[in-house]
């Protein structure tokens, strides 16, 4: 490693994405190779899932993982794709008690397995599954602030090889994305105004390092509660935010949109941020 790796936050979407990789899916496809070249390949990646939650932070410890397919009525050959990696039990401790340090009321449990929002992004990132991997439950009825808090403590794992990556999606409210009728919307379909407005809002607070709007994003983003009529797919990016400090404005590495209102932006945070978004540039401008 020559430097500080950068948390990274990834729009995963929908399981689907695994199938149908779409801008989002090439962009994860670049950024394995880009985060090795530019850092050096991470000793071990903490996963911060919209889909892994419990009522304390939990540490899954497991020494080994498996794909886990938590969802219903998508296309079938989804369970039949693997994403088998290993655990890193030992960084599962120093989590444990970097979280405890920080007065976290964290736990650990000995167990493992990848939910689709970490898996199905893993797969296009480092799909050879050669790197460790740490599942860290997040509690979804904490506020914006303190999954910041929760990404800070484990701030200094980045000068340790470690990437932290979290996984939801920019903008995810599933009713407007199926509000055409049937089970296969217009990945086409353009994108709503109010996804715009959201993104965009997120991009310009994030810019100006407003973390206090950015905290406050339910009342003070347009169009927040409609595109996060829950907001467990956004909470993930503040646990990567937090792991990158206030110093370094977030940087968005990518932009999309598919079936008209599931943003698919990505974000990389700290003072290393720049310069994975310079190597990524010159794809992402073609």
């Known amino acids: 490693m020559n430097t500080l790796l950068p948390p990274i936050f990834v729009s995963h979407g929908s399981p689907m994405i695994a199938l149908e990789p779409g801008e989002a899916g090439a962009f994860m496809q670049r950024l394995g190779p880009a985060i090795d070249a530019t850092f050096g390949r991470p000793k071990a990646i903490v996963s911060v899932s919209a889909h892994t939650a419990a009522r304390v932070p939990v540490v899954l410890a497991a020494a080994r993982h498996e794909a886990i397919y938590d969802f219903g009525n998508f296309d079938r050959r989804l369970n039949e794709m693997r994403y088998d990696a290993p655990g890193d039990p030992a960084l599962a401790v120093r989590m444990l008690a970097l979280l405890q340090a920080a007065g976290i009321p964290a736990q650990k449990v000995d167990e493992g397995g990848l939910d689709h929002g970490a898996w199905t992004a893993l797969r296009y990132i480092y799909p050879d599954a050669g790197i460790p991997v740490v599942p860290l439950a997040f509690v979804p009825s904490d506020p914006p602030a303190r999954q910041f808090a929760l990404g800070a403590a484990l701030a200094s794992l980045a000068g340790e090889g470690v990437l932290v990556l979290g996984s939801g999606s920019i903008t995810h409210n599933l009713r407007r994305v199926f509000s055409g009728g049937g089970l296969h919307p217009d990945k086409a379909r353009p994108e709503i105004p109010e996804s715009a407005a959201f993104r965009?809002?997120?991009?310009?607070?994030?810019?100006?390092?407003?973390?206090?709007?950015?905290?406050?994003?339910?009342?003070?983003?347009?169009?927040?509660?409609?595109?996060?009529?829950?907001?467990?797919?956004?909470?993930?990016?503040?646990?990567?935010?937090?792991?990158?400090?206030?110093d370094q404005p977030p940087v968005r590495l990518h932009e999309s949109v598919t079936m008209g209102s599931l943003g698919m932006d990505a974000y990389a945070f700290g003072a290393s941020a720049p310069r994975l978004a310079e190597a990524l540039a010159p794809a992402e401008a073609t």
């Open 200 to 246: 965009r809002w997120i991009a310009d607070r994030a810019g100006a390092r407003d973390w206090d709007a950015l905290f406050a994003y339910r009342a003070r983003a347009p169009h927040a509660v409609d595109m996060h009529p829950t907001d467990e797919h956004l909470l993930p990016w503040y646990v990567a935010a937090g792991a990158g400090g206030r």
